[in-house]
């Protein structure tokens, strides 16, 4: 589990400080409250929320585990206790979905987006609709049902006017991923749709033209 957390730790860090320090006798545990060794070495990665995570080895590497300093404060520890809640806690993955013909057909097309609950700056990112529905306390969530089809100028309204409704939510930049025309689609009932249809008519209709030749000559065969 540790390694998901590391994971997000990375992605949010702002500074790492190399070769920190030894581990002492009785100084850090793990994440099952095990005392670490002492004489261990650790590194310390600062996020964006300004939090100080400790993880082993001088610098970060693939092996490297999250430990906790045992000093009677508030610590880093604690807030681990406090996002994780249990040890089996999900972690939600990216993933990225686009209308299908069923969803132009019914006209809207609904995202579903999460972000770190502890950090503001932590990256937005799409999620699926079953991990929209877990109960995943360590990330914020929003749905965002957008207008696909339509008249154009509406659509660009409407979707505007949802996608500001969720950055007061608590999302703050979901503006800068989600445009309101992102996946709009001209259908064959809409004004712009007759518009573009006629005006093609008219292009495409040959122009009539008068006249031709007039009527042949008279005349009789002799008999």
Do not use: C
Request: hydrophobic share 30%; charged share 25%.
């Amino acid at each position: 589990m540790s390694k998901s957390l590391i994971k997000i730790i990375n992605n949010s860090t702002q500074e790492i400080i190399k070769n920190a320090g030894m581990t002492k006798k009785l100084e850090f545990i793990d994440e099952f409250d095990i005392p670490v060794p002492e004489g261990i070495p650790y590194h310390i990665h600062i996020t964006s929320d300004k939090s100080y995570w400790y993880m082993t080895s001088g610098k970060h590497e693939t092996t490297s585990i999250l430990i906790f300093k045992v000093d009677g404060k508030e610590s880093d520890f604690v807030k681990y206790r406090n996002l994780i809640g249990s040890r089996n806690q999900e972690y939600l993955s990216e993933h990225r979905r686009v209308p299908l013909l069923s969803d132009y057909e019914r006209g809207f097309f609904t995202l579903y987006f999460a972000r770190q609950a502890n950090d503001k700056n932590a990256k937005i990112f799409e999620i699926t609709r079953d991990d929209f529905l877990k109960d995943t306390p360590f990330y914020i969530k929003i749905d965002l049902t957008l207008e696909i089809t339509g008249e154009k100028s509406s659509v660009s309204d409407t979707n505007a006017t949802r996608i500001l409704s969720q950055e007061k939510r608590g999302i703050v930049g979901i503006a800068d991923i989600v445009s309101p025309l992102q996946f709009y689609r001209t259908n064959k009932n809409t004004k712009e749709s007759v518009q573009d249809r006629l005006q093609s008519y008219k292009q495409e209709t040959p122009s009539s033209t008068s006249g031709g030749s007039s009527g042949g000559s008279s005349g009789g065969g002799g008999y």
